[in-house]
């Protein structure tokens, strides 16, 4: 039995939400470091915002999140944490000024026949009526719908929702919900969409910019971190009208115990995850294909006993349409981004995603700023992509991504490419890790009303709810502003400290109207 001290605040999950929460409990709270726990059931910090490898190895991102100037709570966290090493400047003050420094304007988004494609969205009449119609429609009319049954087919033909997709992972069976509310989040960047101007991005990957500083700094101020430690359930204590949580159940090396939850103490429930039963193939091995849902299984045996806490079944229960596959390249030379930069007319760094948007895969890659990690040496490249429908034959290989090598996946882009005779040259000695994630996209599944629990569900004495599957209004998953928004709700309910700030409502604003507007109608 584990002797909790007086008032102490449990966070489970290792993800960005927890670390978010602690710094607000810290800040805004008052909260003495020491009387934080984090439990995550990995042996690393930073859920879905990862990066790890070495030259030797080949390094590995599973994913990246966009970042853009209205993602206001995001930039709050990251004002309050230090640059390591660098004096006053912060990592909000880094973010800024790398951007500065490396403008992205994308003069190569989408690439046909092995050439630079015209990015025009291609939209006809009846698209953009039926674009407005929907931006217009009420969020409740679209409850359990998906994007498909919103738009004629030949809209899913355009660069417009290629562009769109593949930016943010979209399929046409996603929840129309959620799309609704990205186009009206982010309708302000409808005007440089086609270059992906006002994507902000970080100086390395978001590992090492973003999760490695914050752990640092919650470590410096006494959070106790208990990686290794899985929550496996909870007690509940019902009154009529109030419900507790008076135990927390815990497997740690190994060993099963029970943790008491004091009256006073607080505790904060990430559920579900989009990184779980993630697994890793090589240069000549695709990746397994796993059942594991640990964090689901946490979160069902909740929702078994109370509706407030939603329904998981509705976002992991076909794997088949929240899965796609990632892949990490690291070259010990620079043939290959010497070739890209010609071929896409972007300095490194300066572009963006680049689709193929014909393949079978709808395979996607991005050269990101060198050196992408923190410790990466100077004759080292890495860069990254994905296929959005990688369950499709490629069009070189003949067979499913999911069955690829990484030597298979090189082949399937230096086809897309029109270079497979230069692949020996290009991909010399490449390191592909390539990344198969069951639930990715599984935040985007139809929902309805109560689907997703609400951050303090009503009766909840000492708990709160947050990350990528808790319901707030107007704001979008996928994003590290979502779960740092929930972040900032939950310790604002169980502690104290300020409400954060609206979402930035660009959709009300004539101004950013009537940009959209003129935009779709050019094209």
């Given at each position: 039995?584990?002797?909790?001290?007086?008032?102490t605040?449990?966070?489970?999950?290792?993800?960005?939400?927890?670390l978010?929460?602690?710094v607000?409990l810290i800040?805004d709270?008052?909260?003495r470091?020491?009387?934080?726990?984090?439990f995550?059931?990995e042996?690393?910090?930073?859920g879905?915002l990862?990066g790890?490898?070495s030259?030797?190895t080949?390094?590995?991102?599973?994913?990246g999140?966009?970042?853009?100037?209205?993602?206001?709570?995001?930039?709050?966290?990251?004002?309050?944490i230090?640059?390591?090493?660098v004096?006053?400047?912060?990592?909000?003050d880094d973010?800024?000024?790398f951007?500065?420094?490396?403008?992205g304007?994308?003069?190569c988004r989408i690439?046909?026949?092995?050439?630079?494609a015209?990015?025009?969205?291609?939209?006809?009449?009846?698209?953009?009526?039926d674009?407005?119609?929907?931006?217009?429609?009420?969020?409740?009319?679209?409850?359990?719908?998906?994007?498909?049954?919103?738009?004629?087919?030949?809209?899913f033909?355009?660069?417009?929702w290629?562009m769109?997709?593949?930016?943010?992972?979209?399929?046409?069976?996603?929840?129309a919900?959620?799309?609704?509310?990205y186009?009206?989040?982010?309708?302000?960047?409808?005007?440089?969409f086609k270059r992906?101007?006002?994507v902000l991005?970080?100086?390395?990957?978001?590992?090492?910019?973003?999760i490695?500083?914050?752990?640092?700094?919650?470590k410096?101020q006494?959070?106790r971190?208990?990686?290794?430690?899985r929550?496996?359930d909870?007690?509940?204590e019902r009154t009529?009208?109030k419900?507790?949580?008076?135990?927390?159940h815990?497997?740690?090396?190994g060993?099963?115990?029970?943790?008491?939850?004091s009256p006073?103490d607080?505790?904060?429930?990430?559920?579900?995850?989009?990184?779980a039963g993630?697994?890793?193939?090589?240069n000549a091995?695709?990746?397994?294909?796993?059942?594991?849902?640990?964090?689901?299984?946490f979160?069902a045996?909740?929702a078994?006993?109370?509706p407030?806490f939603g329904?998981?079944?509705?976002f992991c229960?076909?794997?088949?349409?929240?899965r796609w596959e990632?892949?990490?390249v690291?070259?010990?030379?620079?043939?290959?981004?010497?070739?890209?930069?010609?071929?896409?007319g972007?300095?490194?760094?300066?572009?963006g995603?680049?689709?193929?948007?014909p393949?079978?895969w709808?395979?996607?890659?991005?050269?990101f700023?060198q050196?992408?990690?923190?410790?990466?040496p100077?004759?080292?490249?890495?860069f990254?992509?994905?296929?959005l429908?990688?369950?499709?034959?490629?069009?070189?290989?003949?067979?499913p991504?999911?069955e690829?090598?990484?030597?298979?996946?090189?082949?399937?882009?230096?086809?897309?490419?029109?270079v497979s005779?230069?692949i020996?040259?290009?991909?010399?000695?490449?390191?592909?890790i390539?990344?198969?994630?069951?639930?990715?996209?599984?935040?985007?599944?139809?929902r309805?009303?109560g689907?997703?629990p609400?951050?303090?569900?009503?009766?909840?004495e000492?708990?709160?709810?947050?990350?990528?599957?808790?319901?707030?209004?107007?704001d979008?998953?996928?994003?590290?502003?979502y779960?740092?928004?929930?972040?900032?709700?939950?310790?604002?309910?169980?502690?104290?400290?300020?409400r954060?700030?609206?979402?930035?409502?660009t959709?009300?604003?004539?101004v950013?109207?009537?940009?959209?507007?003129?935009?779709?109608l050019?094209?």
């Open positions: 039995m584990i002797t909790p001290s007086p008032a605040h449990y966070l489970i999950g290792g993800g960005i939400s927890s978010a929460a602690a607000f800040r709270a008052s909260v470091g020491g009387d934080i726990v984090i995550e059931q042996n690393e910090l930073g879905s990862d790890s490898g030259p030797d080949g390094y590995l991102v599973r994913g999140r966009m970042f853009e100037k209205h993602f206001v709570c995001t930039f709050d966290l990251l004002g309050s230090p640059l390591p090493g004096g006053q400047r912060t990592l909000k973010i800024e000024s951007n500065r420094e490396v403008r304007s994308s003069r690439v046909r026949d092995a050439k630079r015209d990015p025009s969205f291609g939209l006809r009449a009846r698209d953009m009526v674009l407005v119609k929907f931006m217009a429609t009420p969020e409740s009319s679209l409850a359990g719908r998906t994007i498909e049954s919103c738009f004629s087919p030949a809209f033909e355009t660069n417009f290629v769109w997709a593949t930016t943010f992972a979209f399929q046409t069976w996603h929840s919900t959620e799309l609704r509310r186009f009206r989040r982010f309708i302000h960047l409808f005007p440089e992906l101007g006002g991005r970080t100086r390395y990957n978001q590992y090492d910019s973003i490695a500083p914050i752990s640092a700094w919650l410096g006494g959070v971190f208990e990686t290794g430690t929550v496996r909870v007690d509940l009529s009208i419900q507790r949580i008076s135990a927390l815990v497997r740690r090396h060993r099963d115990e029970r943790l008491a939850v006073e607080r505790v904060y429930l990430t559920l579900g995850s989009m990184t993630s697994t890793t193939g090589t091995t695709p990746p397994a294909i796993s059942d594991e849902k640990l964090s689901w299984d979160w045996r909740l078994a006993r109370d407030m329904r998981p079944e509705v229960q076909n794997v088949e349409k929240t990632s892949f990490t690291t070259l010990p030379q620079s043939a290959f981004f010497d070739f890209m930069e010609d071929f896409t972007n300095a490194t760094g300066t572009g995603l680049v689709t193929f948007a393949s079978g709808t395979m996607s890659v991005v050269l700023n050196p992408h990690f923190a410790q990466q100077e004759d080292v490249f890495v990254w992509g994905y296929g429908r990688g369950d499709r034959k490629g069009d070189f290989v003949g067979k991504m999911a690829c090598t990484g030597e298979d996946i090189l082949r399937e882009l230096a086809g897309q490419l029109g005779h230069r020996g040259e290009l991909f010399k000695d490449a390191k592909i390539p990344c198969m994630m069951p639930y990715i996209t599984s935040q985007f599944m139809p309805q009303r689907d997703r609400v951050t303090v569900p009503e009766g909840a000492n708990f709160a709810i947050m990350g990528q599957f808790c319901e707030l209004e107007r979008v998953v996928f994003t590290v502003e779960s740092v928004r929930s972040a900032k709700l939950a310790v604002q309910a169980m502690a104290s400290g300020p954060p700030p609206e979402v930035v409502r959709d009300c604003s004539p950013a109207l009537a940009r959209a507007a003129w935009t779709l050019r094209g």
